[in-house]
């Protein structure tokens, strides 16, 4: 394995050796792309979506001990044309920060679409940050009001910071309050935020001061049950639920689904494993009363915001067509750059005999 680097005199000959696969670290990822970055994959990733440009199977669950496996896959045709296919596998053991190690592990494998070739093995964790955070500021680009200026997150984890810098740069919010039930966490959210981003920012107490009025409410936590209900959401917010990414986790109540109008990231994996699923199994919406999927709305095919006073709720599960977006645009980026570290799993044609 050989490491590289944009000064690297050897990269433009690595840059044309065309069996290697790359490896590429969260810091290479970081190195390599800005939230505008993220945000442009977003668009193509649900662009694709809702043009028959991709294809995004159910996610496969694994149980461990104390934990699991989550693998998301998916196929797109990127807009030159280009098939690329992903699969991205993460290992969630809630107790392992007990051990010293990180609750969540994992990678995206790359393929090329076209001869099957491995072109890149990423670290999913800093995809995953991304790519999340990149779909809500795309969701809240067409479904937030435009005179937004007051954002609450409930929530204080990995997802965070990136949903503070997305939103802040797709809306005038300049008024930040944050939650999480660690005091801590919430506390230098609100420092990080004032010092960073220049905006007014506050920890509050509680879930009711930190939501209340506000014009974007961010919901990023592991919750088990939902804690988010009507009384606590103003007419005309634009609530992103990114929490609940499995069957046993909610963030939203059935009845605040209910009085929203709800838009998906995908219909069919909300029903099944979103705060959509909870509000069907209450029994309080069909599937069919989703107002759209973000797809259609970036696509121009369902309308965005239509009133001022209408809650809308965009229920994030995430799809494997992101991880497919965002993993080529760094695959390109980081051959253009000859940064990362070259890998050769095969000796040659014929190798797998």
């Given amino acids: 394995m050989t490491n590289s680097s944009p000064n690297d005199p050897h990269a433009h000959q690595r840059r044309h050796d065309a069996d290697a696969t790359l490896v590429l670290t969260g810091a290479d990822i970081a190195q390599l792309m800005r939230p505008a970055d993220d945000l442009a994959c977003a668009r193509e990733a649900f662009a694709a979506l809702a043009e028959g440009r991709a294809v995004a199977p159910a996610p496969l ?20 044309g280009t098939l690329v296919l992903a699969v991205k596998v993460n290992a969630n053991f809630p107790g392992n920060p007990r051990l010293g190690l990180p609750t969540i592990q994992g990678a995206v494998l790359l393929f090329d679409g076209g001869n099957g070739r491995l072109l890149a093995i990423l670290d999913s964790i800093e995809v995953t940050r991304r790519r ?68 007014e920012a506050s920890a509050e107490r509680d879930l009711a001061a930190a939501v209340r009025d506000a014009d974007l409410v961010v919901c990023c936590t592991t919750a088990r049950r939902a ?7 103003a007419p005309g917010a634009f609530v992103a639920a990114v929490g609940a990414d499995a069957p046993d986790k909610s963030e939203l109540s059935p009845a605040l689904m209910a009085r929203a109008k709800v838009v998906v990231d995908v219909r069919a994996q909300c ?7 909870h509000a069907i199994a209450a029994g309080a919406m069909a599937e069919h009363d989703v107002f759209a999927s973000l797809g259609e709305v970036v696509a121009g095919h369902r309308p965005g915001r239509e ?31 000859g940064l990362g570290s070259s890998l050769r799993l095969q000796a040659g044609p014929g190798s797998e005999r």
């Fill in 61 to 80: 669950h694994l149980a461990g001990e104390g934990g699991g496996l989550h693998a998301k896959g998916a196929s797109l045709h990127l807009a030159d």
């Fill in 132 to 199: 999340t955070a990149a779909a809500t500021a795309l969701a809240a680009r067409h479904l937030a009001r435009r005179d937004a200026r007051t954002l609450a997150i409930v929530g204080c984890g990995d997802q965070a910071r990136p949903h503070l810098q997305g939103l802040l740069a797709v809306t005038p919010a300049r008024r930040v309050r944050v939650f999480d039930l660690h005091a801590g966490l919430a506390a230098a959210l609100a420092r990080e935020a004032g010092r960073v981003e220049g905006v």
């Fill in 227 to 233: 804690f988010l209900d009507v009384p606590h959401v």
């Fill in 271 to 277: 029903a099944a494993m979103g705060d959509l699923h």
């Fill in 307 to 337: 009133n001022a006073d209408d809650i809308i709720v965009f229920d994030s599960t995430g799809t494997g067509v992101q991880d497919v977006a965002a993993c080529a645009a760094v695959h390109r980026r980081a051959t253009a750059a």
